[in-house]
């Protein structure tokens, strides 16, 4: 395919991710739980914690559509276009869930989106083992971060609670996947630059 279609195809993408509902083939999880009474903060702090995680999703569907635009092979494309068709189900997990409770999603997106989408072009461009190893890292500092919001989230928030420990599950299954293709562990500074920037992301989302 031409690269100019690659990047119509990545301009739509764009659009439809910051401008339309997501959507999703698996059902949202603890759909099936009662909505919890939440107190003024319980309400507040679940609000700002899934408003993280749904700019996390943002920054995931950029930064795969940036890094298969210039990975190399074919095998690595479709690795990514299935890591993003699950990211697309925790976008529409996270906003339905934003909506629920009543809150906001993040202002800055464009921004998340276009910042993302350069990173993972770059990380693209630097070969597919390097690419792959990014993905990898990624879905493992995300993980993480998930587990500690599943400890700042209120316990009876079962609903939002249920969508970040699936999302957990997915993340990491999306890392082994992308190690298992090959791809290289990135050196310590680069990790240490990818949570240093991943703090700022999620410090200012949650109020922003």
């Known amino acids: 395919m031409p690269n100019i279609d690659k990047f119509i195809i990545g301009f739509d993408h764009a659009l439809r991710t910051l401008l339309t509902p997501a959507q999703t083939l698996r059902p949202v999880p603890g759909t099936e739980l009662p909505e919890s009474e939440l107190n003024d903060w319980e309400k507040r702090q679940s609000t ?3 408003r993280v995680n749904h700019v996390g999703e943002i920054c995931a569907q950029a930064l795969y559509q940036g890094q298969a635009l210039t990975a190399h092979d074919a095998d690595v494309q ?13 976008l529409a997990w996270t906003e339905r869930r934003i909506a629920e409770l009543s809150g906001r999603k993040s202002m800055l997106n464009p921004l998340w989106y276009g910042g993302s989408f350069a990173i993972g072009a770059l990380a693209g461009m630097l070969g597919d083992k390097w690419n792959l190893g990014f993905l990898a890292e990624t879905e493992r500092q995300v993980e993480s971060h998930l587990a500690g919001h599943l400890k700042r989230l209120p316990h009876n928030d079962g609903k939002s609670r249920a969508i970040v420990a699936q999302m957990q599950i997915d993340e990491a299954g999306h890392a082994t996947t ?3 293709h090959g791809g290289a562990e990135l050196p310590s500074p680069v990790k240490l630059m990818m949570k240093l920037g991943s703090n700022v992301m999620t410090r200012t989302a949650y109020w922003v």
Not at 78 to 90: F, K, N, S, V, Y
């Open 78 to 90: 479709e690795t990514l276009a299935q890591a993003a068709r699950e990211e697309t189900e925790h």
């Open 48 to 50: 700002a914690l899934m």
């Open 178 to 180: 992308a190690m298992s």
